[in-house]
């Protein structure tokens, strides 16, 4: 993310907030972890935010489901100004104060979306919903993805918790052509398993600070007897 990226959003956050359906207690410091989770993860896929294999066209409406700080949808009506971004969240408080002109964020559940957005979006973005969907509410959560997208749009997904989503519910939901990318970093001293547990069962924020700051050494410095931990991002399209 460049420095006027950071200046920027850091400029556009604000509001404090406690998300009780969350694992994670959601005020100004949680945005402030949300924000260095949007770097670790952009930075584990090189920079990209778009991974699904859609052509960006001139007024492509894409949805950031449980945008949080919305930072994820700002860097993405940054990098593809033709197209237009609509975040969403169960809670406004954290969204960004000041927009650029092709992005707006609105109040709405992921699990049940307007109506009149049936077939608007060339694409639904969302990631790290672990700790906001409970079981059955993924099932209506990509049903509602999958109702909202244009016949050929495309999900695209990131869960540390490789369980969900996962093909079998993604092709359930209708979804077709399932891609699977695998962005990479590497975290010291812990085996694949221990990682994947840990970041299954974190319960503070301190635990996911000291996750966080782990992953920023092993970018920054580079460290001996790393491991490497994944961040699968599922694509998949509905068929036109």
Same mark, same amino acid.
């Given at each position: 993310?460049? *420095? *006027?990226?950071?200046?920027?959003? +850091?400029?556009s956050m604000g509001g404090a907030q406690y998300r009780s359906s969350y694992l994670l207690e959601y005020d100004e410091e949680e945005a402030a972890r949300l924000n260095r989770q949007h770097e670790v993860l952009t930075r584990a896929y090189d920079g990209r935010l778009i991974l699904a294999p859609l052509d960006v066209v001139p007024n492509l409406r894409i949805l950031d489901s449980g945008t949080g700080t919305g930072v994820w949808a700002l860097s993405a009506s940054a990098a593809h100004p033709e197209a237009f971004v609509t975040g969403i969240d169960i809670e406004e408080r954290n969204f960004p104060r000041s927009l650029p002109p092709n992005a707006n964020f609105l109040t709405a559940n992921l699990t049940a979306l307007p109506e009149e957005w049936s077939g608007q979006f060339g694409l639904v973005h969302q990631r790290l919903l672990m700790g906001a969907l409970r079981q059955d509410e993924w099932t209506r959560a990509l049903a509602e993805a999958y109702r909202v997208l244009q016949p050929g749009g495309w999900i695209q997904s990131l869960e540390t918790d490789p369980t969900y989503p996962k093909s079998p519910m993604l092709e *359930? *939901?209708?979804?077709?052509?399932?891609?699977?990318?695998?962005? +990479?970093?590497?975290?010291a001293g812990q085996s694949p398993e221990a990682i994947a547990a840990r970041a299954n069962f974190i319960r503070s924020g301190e635990e996911y600070d000291a996750l966080l700051r782990a992953l920023e050494v092993a970018f920054e410095k580079g460290v001996d007897g790393t491991y490497p931990l994944y961040y699968p991002i599922f694509c998949a399209q509905k068929p036109y």
């Open positions: 993310m460049s *420095a *006027a990226m950071q200046a920027y959003i +850091k400029e *359930a *939901a209708g979804f077709r052509d399932v891609r699977v990318f695998r962005g +990479k970093t590497e975290l």
